[in-house]
DNA sequence: GTGAAAGCGCTAACAA
DNA sequence: TTGTTAGCGCTTTCAC
């Protein structure tokens, strides 16, 4: 007497049971079309006394769609696909995909990489796509069968909606923070031009500066630690009255953070220091980091579900709120 | 005239091409079986010319295969789903899996968790499982199922090989350049009990510890910097002679060097502290970690092979070497 | 509202 | 060595 096993159940077995035809059960598993009201009642029962577990592959194969969805991370270099940031999206992807029976596959995608996105495009096992660090070029080139299944984590266009934490928001509040705060020589260390991601920010420190007649101070670096150390000895040399340093991301204002401390430079007494993100490690820092917000989980979450529901219509913008978390550094 | 488009082209098109039936087309293809030279050779230039796409759902439905590797982290709580190390697993992961057009899915299993194991064996959609930070209750219930197509990084058992980083051997290289550097006052931060990848590490320390005629201290944390903060405070009030900290991991180790810099204490001349895993903070700490490399990518990578390719026989453990990092801490 | 039947793209007996 | 045939489990016309 074999007990019920799981996958062995078929959606044939569970139509017998319920006294109905397949087609019929597909379509109330699948919420497809109306079904009465009693037929959709038994092949519920009959599904759930089966232990009735749907398979993702064969539906997939029946629909043309797919049981993949794939990370495309855009830069310059492959190494960046083991960055943690990737890291975080990756397993929050993977996790909303668990109950689905889908999975994640993470791709490198060279700024001009317009061939691997025909590529993604045209196969059948992939369901949709999440972009992450796109640029304007990629997204120009996006081809017509991936519409409508591909987002962006970072910018978006007029077909690929943006799903992504408002860091130009998240930028104003921490200079506004700064400049409230006495700060009047704040610097700011970017990120790498091709970055499309650096750009809101960098907008609204240079608005806000402008708006209060400070000179606008930045210096680029690369998101690394190490930039943000490199950048910390340059800025006390060139601007030696500095008073704030705001980094892109919490890694570069760490960075920051070890340079200071080395030269003796006290933050947040002679200068204050901000980053962003909210990493983990912004709490460890040597003062503990002020920094901002950034709900990635949740970001890579909302992506990974635009993306496996097909829609016809362009999924909407969506902007998720960064918060300023004031720490002792600034 | 539509130029080849990827995915529209089926087995059926390249064995048309080739003239041979779908069945060779599928052994040259696959690699399942023997076939003569030239009908070999013009499968792979059909192939080519029509740049042929595997569809590898099809395959998995034909085969009773799947076609997402799940990645099953152990632990009380789902929380730990989203730790840096699980997602550095995920993208690796994910990234082997990408040019096998497979997926990699993220689910949380209880320390209990027999149930959501068996529910995964009967999963057509499941290839393999790669557990993660498991344990012998969780092991000696893995389903029959499972067995051939399931592999820990961590502990194994007589069915499931391990792939993980040595970190007995990596364990004891600490202790010994901890002694050799004249340090008499050894205390190990350890992590949670019931964590069977912190009994090596122990075991090593404990013995080394003995051999050397040298009392062997232990507090235990939970892997996180808070932890080693309130190690190295209980540290110094418990055993104020101790002149060097050992943590379980990097994290850890960062919270004692946090603490002991507030409380003064001069880290490497008072005292030593040493990590384990060389995550990218380790070389930001003030001092730079010492602590000992764990190749967690490359490891992903061949847990996530070794579940993807079904063997009839167990697959064999493998040891990464975890190398010493020597850096200012000690 | 429901069932019969065809088919998604591939592999695997079985014969030849 | 090769082709024929029968599915893998599901969805989806198309009649009824």
Do not use: K
């Amino acid at each position: 007497m074999p007990r019920p096993s799981y996958g062995a159940v078929t959606l044939q077995d569970v139509a017998r049971r319920a006294g109905v035809s397949r087609a019929t059960a597909s379509r109330v598993l699948a919420g497809s079309a109306a079904v009465s009201p009693e037929a959709r009642e038994r092949v519920r029962r009959a599904a759930g006394e089966l232990h009735y577990l749907p398979n993702p592959q064969a539906r997939a194969l029946a629909t043309g769609s797919g049981t993949r969805v794939v990370i495309g991370v855009v830069s310059p270099h492959p190494t960046m696909l083991f960055d943690a940031y990737v890291g975080r999206v990756a397993a929050a992807a993977a996790h909303t995909c668990a109950p689905l029976g889908l999975g994640v596959s993470l791709h490198w995608l060279p700024l001009d990489g317009a061939a691997p996105l025909r590529v993604l495009a045209e196969d059948r096992s992939v369901r949709g796509v999440v972009l992450l660090n796109t640029t304007e070029t990629l997204l120009a080139a996006i081809p017509q069968a991936l519409l409508g299944r591909v987002v962006s984590i970072g910018i978006g266009s007029a077909e690929v909606p943006s799903i992504d934490v408002d860091n130009g928001a998240g930028a104003a509040a921490i200079v506004r923070h700064l400049y409230g705060s006495g700060r009047r020589r704040i610097v700011f260390v970017t990120g790498p031009r091709w970055m499309p991601c650096i750009r809101r920010p960098l907008r609204a420190y240079s608005r806000i500066m402008q708006e209060v007649g400070l000179p606008a101070l930045t210096v680029t670096g690369d998101f690394t630690a190490a930039s943000g150390r490199a950048a910390a000895e340059l800025v006390l040399r060139r601007w030696p009255a500095t008073d704030a340093i705001f980094a892109i991301c919490d890694e570069t204002a760490l960075g920051v953070l070890a340079a200071l401390r080395e030269r003796g430079v006290d933050v947040p007494g002679d200068v204050a220091v901000v980053g962003f993100d909210d990493i983990p490690f912004a709490a460890l820092g040597s003062p503990p980091l002020t920094t901002s917000s950034h709900p990635v989980e949740r970001i890579a979450e909302a992506a990974t579900r635009a993306v496996v529901e097909p829609t016809r219509t362009r999924h909407p913008d969506r902007a998720f709120a960064s918060e300023l978390v004031l720490r002792r550094s600034a």
